[in-house]
């Protein structure tokens, strides 16, 4: 996501921001482009060449007591000048009383002036935190999310060929579901992608013949969870005798999505295939290749060996001869 609204910091309920809008309310769908703020002190002295486009503004205690010093007509001077570049908002910290003036020049210049009950320095780490979160990266696919073992497993495939029966069995087996139908992926700082569900369909699932059942009320809570990093791509396709699928294992396919690249698994279905086995499998051993340890690549590895000695073996005996 390149950009948010204003209005979203003050529908926020998971990072304690704490805000009241106290002037400036037709600006409140101005953009925030950055998860950095500023706390524009120079700004009050008439210098104002770094105040950043479209970024949040702190006032602080240093901030209302420097401009209680000044002259009123001063004061309306440096804040007019603010209000006059192109900021998102003022957030002003620690419950700090706002005069007439502030909230005048605030609504004057229709921009949003908001207050947090917070001390400056938690309130710009707890803004921080949510703008990292709300500005980062995004998109849908169309699958399901299941933390197997500790491994976030996406399976995907075509509508009807079995995504969410298979998630039911590995619910079953212990494992949990992050999202069922559509999954949201963000990519967080590092490159990590992870996944989530809607906040309308979490914990739920659609399935064929069933209907809508709800995952957290059948299995419990230990059968569910928010939000896991996805490290495998599973892809149900149906299956083709005259194609040709991976039997050793040694060619790694990749599943891109936000410019981030995770390992992936083609899994043909027919009858007789114990899918779920197969995708605890699957997890497992990408367990053991995050240690190191790459079961086809040793096996291949090892065959290699044997053959290339067979041969020195048998050209030592023609020699002989």
């Known amino acids: 996501m390149d950009s948010i609204k204003v209005s979203s910091l003050l529908a926020d309920k998971d990072f304690d921001l704490r805000l009241e809008l106290l002037a400036g309310q037709e600006g409140i769908e101005r953009r925030i482009v950055s998860s950095r703020i500023q706390k524009p002190g120079l700004a009050l002295a008439g210098f104002t060449e770094h105040i950043h486009k479209d ?26 000048s603010l209000f006059g570049l192109p900021i998102s908002c003022l957030v002003v910290t620690k419950n700090l009383p706002v005069d007439d003036m502030l909230r005048k020049e605030a609504q004057d210049a229709q921009v949003p002036l908001l207050r947090s009950s917070h001390l400056s320095s938690t309130f710009i780490n707890n803004i921080e935190g949510f703008l990292q979160e709300a500005l980062t990266a ?44 559509i999954v949201d992926l963000k990519r967080k700082h590092g490159g990590s992608l992870y996944g989530s569900g809607s906040e309308i369909i979490k914990h739920h699932m659609e399935v064929r013949g069933l209907g809508i059942v709800n995952i957290k009320d059948l299995f419990g809570v230990a059968s569910v969870r928010d939000r896991k990093k996805v490290e495998l791509v599973v892809e149900l396709v149906e299956w083709d005798d005259k194609a040709e699928y991976d039997r050793l294992g040694v060619d790694e396919r990749k599943y891109s999505a936000l410019d981030t690249e995770i390992p992936m698994l083609v ?45 020195v073996t048998r050209g030592i005996g023609d020699e002989v001869e």
């Open 55 to 80: 970024r949040l503004q702190v006032f602080g205690n240093t901030e209302i007591s420097y401009l209680a010093t000044l002259p009123m007509s001063d004061q309306r001077a440096r804040m007019k």
């Open 138 to 181: 995004s998109t849908s696919v169309h699958g399901v999310l299941i933390d197997v073992i500790g491994v976030g497993v996406l399976i995907l495939g075509k509508s009807g060929i079995g995504k969410s029966e298979l998630a039911l069995d590995l619910v079953s087996n212990g494992h949990r579901l992050v999202a069922d139908d």
């Open 267 to 311: 899994l043909p279905v027919r009858p007789g295939r114990n899918l779920t086995t197969l995708v605890e499998v699957a997890a497992r051993n990408h367990l053991l290749k995050l240690q190191g340890h790459h079961s086809a690549k040793e096996f291949q590895e090892k065959l290699s060996r044997q053959i290339a000695e067979a041969t």
